[in-house]
């Protein structure tokens, strides 16, 4: 990649290319594979993983888990410093994987499909 700004004013527009918003509060780092941003947001009531062109800033997807709350689930508390989306995703080239504070954890491919979803149960997370 070559021309990569070394600074950057978000007030100004200095060196950004494109801003995004996003229907859900995410408090997590971006990624980056090939020409996909990928990025994770979420509420109490609604978890989702978001998917930017990474030279246009078009979104490309939004995609949520859609997993019922667990059996016996009960109600959780997130700080809201941290959020709902609080990890920063990952990805192997192939799917991009995100975790939420509820204990959802979801595989989507690079074209939105959701490839897996589960609720590993409530993190024991202080």
């Given at each position: 990649?070559?021309?990569?700004?070394?600074?950057?004013?978000?007030?100004?527009?200095?060196?950004?290319?494109?801003?995004?918003?996003?229907?859900?509060?995410?408090?997590?780092?971006?990624?980056?594979?090939?020409?996909?941003?990928?990025?994770?947001?979420?509420?109490?009531?609604?978890r989702a993983v978001f998917c930017f062109h990474a030279g246009k800033g078009d979104l490309l997807w939004q995609r949520?888990?859609?997993?019922?709350?667990?059996?016996?689930?009960?109600?959780?508390?997130?700080?809201?410093?941290?959020?709902?989306?609080?990890?920063?995703?990952?990805?192997?080239?192939?799917?991009?994987?995100?975790?939420?504070?509820?204990?959802?954890?979801?595989?989507?491919?690079?074209?939105?499909?959701?490839?897996?979803?589960?609720?590993?149960?409530?993190?024991?997370?202080?």
């Amino acid at each position: 990649m070559t021309n990569v700004p070394l600074q950057w004013d978000v007030r100004s527009g200095a060196g950004v290319l494109w801003k995004a918003s996003m229907s859900a509060p995410g408090h997590n780092s971006p990624i980056v594979w090939g020409d996909r941003v990928f990025l994770s947001g979420g509420d109490n009531t609604s978890r989702a993983v978001f998917c930017f062109h990474a030279g246009k800033g078009d979104l490309l997807w939004q995609r949520a888990p859609d997993l019922p709350p667990p059996p016996g689930s009960q109600e959780w508390k997130v700080p809201e410093s941290a959020g709902m989306a609080c990890p920063t995703m990952v990805a192997d080239g192939h799917r991009a994987y995100a975790i939420f504070a509820n204990g959802d954890l979801a595989a989507f491919d690079f074209a939105g499909k959701k490839v897996w979803a589960k609720n590993l149960g409530l993190p024991d997370n202080q």
